[in-house]
């Protein structure tokens, strides 16, 4: 059956007196065979380090913690009891902090950009050639995140993309992987 291997992106946001952690994370392992477990997760702040645990509940799992101080990076199973021991992965990701304006992350991204478009509701994705393939749409205050579908409904190609947000007049550029789930 083998062990899971786990691909992750953290991203961090001032909440209160805390900061949100929000872990996007997918299952990657060749196997097919999809793993529910717990997850031990030590997120390195400011204040020092904060041992949590999440479930992965299929292929893609959002992890979602609060804690006291600045938080700087984090670690999956660090104590590599769940993960495969030979499993090449970095000690620590350095998480994402979103921005009050204007961002797109992970960068490069393979199954879901996430958008951070401020009080804009509408984002749009341009290829190269400067053809648009995706208007999204959300409502204020809510998540953007564009899956590398075009307006048809079909898989984009992997490559080089520009992501405007009309309100704003900016354009971030974006790198497109390709979908591992294809």
Known sequence: MGHPKVAYMPSFTPEGDGWAVEIDAHQIQTSGTL??????????????????????????????FTVPAEPHSVELDPANK????????PLAVPGVSRPAGFAAWP?????RL???????????????????????????GAAIVWEGIDEAGGRCAPGVYLVRSPGRHRTVRVVYLGSASR
């Open 35 to 64: 793993f529910r477990y717990p997850l031990e997760i030590r997120i390195n702040t400011a204040a020092g380090d904060t041992l949590v645990t999440g479930w992965m509940e299929g292929a893609n799992s959002l992890l979602s």
């Open 82 to 89: 769940v993960l495969d021991e030979n499993y090449e992965r």
């Open 114 to 140: 996430h958008i951070a478009a401020a009080a804009d509701t509408r984002v749009e994705i341009f290829d190269v050639r400067g053809r648009r393939v995706r208007t999204l749409d959300a409502a204020p």
């Open 107 to 111: 960068n490069p991204f393979a199954d």
